[in-house]
């Protein structure tokens, strides 16, 4: 049976991403692009310092056995994580914001289908990535701590804020009612708490592979950044924002990882 403890690291995420949907209801139909630019810049600074301070350290440090080859797991683990964000990419169709062409297998699926499975796919990383670091504090096997593993999912669940925001009202402005858009930007969020479930349970069943779990979701996290919010963030005028959010992202997590974790 999952701890309290464990349930609230699951469920944080899931609830900054229904409480961002939420803002359909306040919100003009499309978000302001400067505005939009700013909350991308924000969630790829804080999945960056995720994956180095929560996920690629920690990795390294439980093997610190291994001497100077202590980094090993660390490397094998971070491109496995990037080559299977990259496998999905191909063969999942989906539609990134402010983009007319499809990536993945050619498909029939509307517009507003295909903007969930991009978020989707974003957000299986993220998921895996609390999982992961739950597993750690739970096994014992690694420095982590439950200040640490719960400060990733705070940290995952304000960056999901904005996301839950960014993908419920271009469903509205599709011609969602204000309803199924809202269900649409929450369920968006629900294969976090699953993934990170899942690999919780993966974990526990075989311990010696956590570092390597571990810098796979920050391998798969980083692709996400680097092929989906960076060009976001940095396409078109007034880019400064989105490098200035970054930095506030990346410094507010690394802030609360060392004074938290």
């Known amino acids: ?24 209801y306040v919100l003009k139909k499309e978000l302001d692009p400067l505005v939009q630019k700013g909350l991308t810049g924000f969630a790829a600074g804080v ?22 080859w202590a980094f090993l797991p660390a490397v094998i683990g971070f491109w496995a994580g990037t080559l299977f964000l990259l496998a999905l990419d ?13 990536e993945g297998p050619q498909s029939s699926l509307p517009k507003s289908t295909m903007l969930l499975l991009a978020v989707t796919l974003h957000n299986i990383p993220e998921g895996m990535a609390v999982g992961v670091v ?34 419920s009202l271009p469903l509205r402005a599709a011609g969602m ?17 699953i993934g ?12 010696p592979v956590l570092p390597y779990l571990l810098a796979f979701a920050a391998g798969a996290m980083l692709y996400v950044v680097v092929e ?3 060009p976001e963030m940095s396409s078109g005028h007034h880019s400064n924002v ?16 060392v004074a938290l974790g």
């Open 47 to 68: 999945m960056v310092a995720a994956s180095v301070w929560s996920l690629l350290i920690p990795a390294m440090e439980a093997e610190e056995a291994m001497g100077n």
């Open 196 to 207: 990170g479930l899942l690999t919780i349970l993966a974990a526990s069943f075989v311990i």
């Open 242 to 257: 989105g490098v200035l959010a970054f930095a506030f992202g990346f410094t507010l997590m690394m802030a609360l990882d």
């Open 228 to 230: 989906e919010l960076i």
């Open 177 to 193: 009612s204000r309803h199924k858009a809202f269900l649409g930007g929450m369920l968006s969020g629900i294969v976090e708490p």
């Open 90 to 102: 191909h063969i999942i169709p989906h539609l990134h914001l402010d983009s007319e062409e499809a």
């Open 134 to 167: 739950l597993a750690g504090w739970l096994s014992g096997a690694t420095d982590i701590t439950l200040g640490g593993a719960l400060v990733m999912s705070l940290g995952i669940a304000i960056q999901n804020f904005p996301e839950g925001a960014i993908i």
């Open 1 to 24: 049976m999952l701890s309290m403890e464990v349930l609230q690291g699951l469920l944080l995420p899931f609830l900054g991403t229904a409480l961002g949907a939420a803002g359909v």
